[in-house]
């Protein structure tokens, strides 16, 4: 079983044709499943400014994680530890501008 899941959305808004060459971004989450703990990164060369947040099944927002991002040249990583979460699946929201990423992870 790979450790990856590779499930992601991407909102373009329409007629945002620069937008369309971001839905080749691949967001890597390993491990995946986890334990809550885990590694995010994607390539990333933008100036805009960035959020990701963590969310449970319910939509309940588990943990802002913008502040761990560390934003290199060309990428971004974090290591992210949701502190005693409950099993289920949780999903990764990464924002900027326009654009919404969501990552789908699962927490045994």
């Given at each position: 079983?790979?450790?990856?899941?590779?499930?992601?959305?991407?909102?373009?808004?329409?007629?945002?044709?620069?937008?369309?060459?971001?839905?080749?971004?691949?967001?890597?989450?390993?491990?995946?499943?986890?334990?809550?703990?885990?590694?995010?990164?994607?390539?990333?060369?933008?100036?805009?400014?960035?959020?990701?947040?963590?969310?449970?099944?319910t939509?309940?927002?588990v943990?802002?994680?913008?502040?761990?991002?560390?934003?290199?040249?060309?990428?971004?990583?974090?290591?992210?530890?949701?502190?005693?979460p409950?099993?289920?699946i949780?999903f990764?929201?990464?924002?900027?501008g326009?654009?919404?990423?969501?990552?789908?992870?699962?927490?045994?």
């Amino acid at each position: 079983m790979s450790q990856h899941l590779f499930s992601y959305s991407l909102i373009i808004p329409d007629g945002d044709h620069a937008a369309m060459e971001l839905a080749q971004i691949d967001v890597k989450v390993f491990p995946n499943p986890s334990d809550g703990r885990f590694q995010l990164s994607f390539d990333y060369s933008g100036k805009e400014k960035l959020s990701a947040k963590v969310y449970d099944i319910t939509g309940k927002q588990v943990k802002d994680i913008t502040d761990d991002l560390v934003i290199s040249e060309n990428s971004v990583s974090a290591s992210v530890d949701l502190e005693s979460p409950g099993s289920g699946i949780y999903f990764i929201r990464i924002s900027w501008g326009k654009t919404l990423l969501t990552k789908k992870i699962v927490v045994k």
